[in-house]
């Protein structure tokens, strides 16, 4: 029998809807400055070298991946500590992250210009007046690497405590300068690829700073100040840390991954079309974080406090919330995007259309496991979560290079991504059921009400496309639909009663306000 306790209905509910309006302010922002960022960067650069910046900085993308794996670890760590009420420990906890992250830092960092010296001129396929540049951005690409992964114990430790308003503040920051920086790409004389790589590495020493000084000045009364590592704490972080690696490796060859072979096989041309539809899934994932962010510490805290029956509650919620953050958007988005793409970027590289629709729909079918992970790591099963997930994750890349070897089309490696993320969602579930006796017929039953209203909306949208008018006011009255519409199917077929008694009180108190 599903049952949610009265405090998450209020006050748990009350500060997850708290935290999730900051993240979103910040993420919406984040994503806004993003899609503004790209047009005006291939409009500087040009498609080859946007080309060849979307290969060379996957590098800092690929740790983007490493860097929420790590991050999640350390959040754990303090989150089931605060649950336990064990704040003695807080303080060799941030220490031992940061000795560990750091040492992991250099070992990337070195890893990253032995790969420039030795291999990137014979592996890659680069336009050859762009085979001196690579050397100098991959150079910077490695600092930026070494900062954003010294950073991680910070941002795991604002997230653990909730936080989450100087993670936006800095968050926003860092983004606001990337788009100042690529303005100034159009008045700064020299190379340009090089340029901006040195203006990101600026960008990521700053949002180490800040981070760092909220830490360790603004939070000490939580955290006091380093202390010394303990060996014990070392080799327990170690051991999940490294096999949350493994999973972020195997979302990175998905990915990040991706770009390398595809340059293979198609050239910089194809990096560009995918470069595209990586920022549109960035700006897709940093609408579902804002859901996920705000009620991950809660599921960790509820997993310290061995409230299962609590964390599965918030499991459930996040992919529920996730999915319909994304979809309420994505959904006119997938069946508008010929036109959409012609109104951001002006200069559409081949194939982006393809691309941005698949990418759409693997970015569905990831949230449809949403908070499963989340659950793994607060229990402390990430080795044997890892073996499997990622062993089936990993595949992308060599099925992919099979398929590409008899000639199937490019865009085919994300329809392959797609079909072993909905293998994986089984097998997070049998999990689920092996360790937390977790019935699996009851996340089918939510995936249905997940998907239904999606489906309407899709059906509707289906519809419009036949109609003859603009393709302008065909775009207003897509988004339109869905924006009107799905908040309705999502409230009468997805919600249950406490989500609904939940609105309805968040719906009461903003009257009330009025």
């Known amino acids: 029998m599903e049952v949610t306790p009265t405090s998450l209905i209020n006050k748990t509910a009350n500060r997850i809807l708290f935290n999730t309006i900051i993240v979103y302010a910040q993420k919406f922002s984040t994503a806004a400055l993003a899609l503004v960022t790209t047009p005006l960067l291939l409009r500087v650069l040009g498609v080859e070298d946007y080309g060849v910046y979307t290969l060379t900085i996957g590098f800092v993308g690929m740790l983007t991946f490493f860097t929420w794996s790590l991050s999640a670890a350390t959040q754990r ?21 940061f000795l560990i992250h750091f040492v992991y830092g250099l070992l990337i960092m070195a890893i990253i210009q032995a790969i420039n010296i030795y291999y990137v001129n014979d592996f890659l396929t680069i336009p050859l007046l762009r085979k001196d540049s690579i050397h100098y951005i991959l150079t910077f690409v490695a600092g930026i690497s070494f900062f954003n992964i010294i950073a991680i114990p910070f941002i795991g430790s604002l997230r653990a405590t909730e936080d989450f308003k100087t993670i936006a503040v800095i968050g ?46 603004v939070k000490n009364s939580i955290y006091s100040k380093f202390k010394r590592p303990e060996l014990q704490l070392i080799k327990e972080m170690l051991s999940f840390i490294s096999w949350s690696l493994i999973g972020a490796l195997a979302v990175m060859s998905r990915n990040q991954g991706v770009a390398v072979l595809l340059n293979i096989f198609f050239g910089v041309i194809a990096n560009a079309a995918y470069g595209i539809s990586q920022q549109i899934n960035n700006a897709l994932n940093i609408l579902a974080q804002g859901v996920t962010a705000s009620m991950s510490p809660v599921l960790m805290k509820a997993a310290g406090e061995k409230n299962y029956e609590k964390m599965f509650y918030m499991m459930r919620s996040m992919a529920k919330l996730s999915f319909f953050s994304i979809s309420i958007f994505s959904i006119p988005a997938l069946f508008e995007m010929p036109y959409i793409l012609e109104l951001w970027l002006k200069v559409v590289p081949a194939g982006s259309t393809i691309y941005g629709r698949l990418i759409i729909i693997l970015v569905l079918v990831v949230l449809l496991s949403s908070g499963m992970q989340n659950v793994f790591v607060a229990i402390g099963k990430v080795k044997t979560y890892n073996i499997y997930v990622s062993m089936f994750l990993i595949l992308n890349l060599p099925f992919s290079f099979i398929l590409f070897t008899y000639g199937f089309e490019s865009y085919t490696i994300i329809i392959v991504g797609i079909v072993l993320e909905l293998v994986t969602l089984n097998i997070r579930l049998i999990l689920l059921k092996k360790y937390l006796d977790y019935k699996i017929s009851t996340y089918f039953l939510e995936i249905a009400q997940i998907t239904m209203p999606t489906l309407l909306v899709s059906g509707i949208l289906f519809l419009l496309m036949y109609l003859e008018i603009s393709s302008f006011l065909q775009l207003v009255i ?6 009107l519409l799905s908040p309705i199917l999502i409230y009468k077929l997805s919600l249950d009663s ?3 008694q939940y609105v309805l009180n968040m719906i009461s108190k903003f009257k009330f306000k009025k």
């Open 77 to 97: 760590y303090i989150a089931v500590t605060l649950g336990e009420k064990n704040f003695d420990k807080l303080a060799h906890i941030l220490s031992t992250s």
């Open 172 to 217: 926003l920051s860092e983004s606001t300068l990337k788009l100042v920086m690529a303005f100034l790409l159009l008045v700064l004389p020299g190379d340009k690829l090089i340029l901006f790589s040195a203006l990101m590495f600026l960008v990521s020493i700053i949002s180490f700073g800040a981070y760092f000084y909220r830490v360790m000045k």
């Open 478 to 483: 897509s988004f339109t639909v869905s924006i």
């Open 498 to 500: 406490f989500q609904k």
